[in-house]
């Protein structure tokens, strides 16, 4: 029975103080990690020892940030396939039409993930960088959430070629400034999304416009 629960109680550990060192911004050191995970310094040590070997996280005399091999397989992660990549665009054409930060949120663990962003405002950058996390009610940027932070936030649903949703476009706008023809900017960047999802090529198109796969299917024929 010992033999089945440690591998899991080492996954646990690590990742546990992966996500403390995105709490601290991305850098901390072992003192601090221990308290935020409530682990004895000794194991914190440990696991940190067995990440930094395998590059998940980077050493930099007394502190400790996220390594290059957890960048990279953060990166390759999709809630839905070229979701992120058609994403961005829209992201970018939505910031510029309107002034506003603006995110594409994903359901994740019962908060809202921000999965991409194009953010105007300097003091976005820690709320809402991808990766980061915010409370949410019924599916939503969480009211409190904004209130406490002195944002409006507009949103709209990214529809799947199922007819799922798979989260939604939002706009974050400061309060005192009105929210003007957001909420359609926002409208019509989702409904160009959904659609992009639908319009994608199949894994068999592409492979069909590659010259290299087209002719050696037409070899094995």
Known sequence: ME????????????????????????????????NSCSLPKATVHRLLEQLTELEVVERSENRYRVGVQAFRLGQSWQPYPRLLELARGQLRGLAAATRASSVLAVPCDGR???????????????????????????????????????????????????????????????????PGGVSDAVARTARTLSAA???QPTQDDRDRRNPLLSRQGSARL
């Open 112 to 178: 809202i993930l921000i999965a991409a962003a194009s953010l105007i405002r300097p003091e976005h950058d820690l709320l809402l960088r991808p990766g980061s996390t915010v409370p949410q009610r019924t599916g939503r940027f969480s009211p409190d959430w904004q209130a406490e932070h002195g944002l409006v936030v507009t949103e709209a649903s990214v529809r799947l070629p199922t007819g799922g949703t798979v989260g939604s476009i939002a706009a974050v706008i400061a309060v005192p400034r009105p």
């Open 3 to 34: 033999t089945k629960k440690r591998p899991r109680s080492v996954l646990v550990g690590a990742f546990t103080l992966l996500d403390a060192l995105i709490r601290h911004q991305g850098e901390a050191g072992l003192t601090q990690l221990a």
């Open 197 to 199: 999802l639908v319009n």
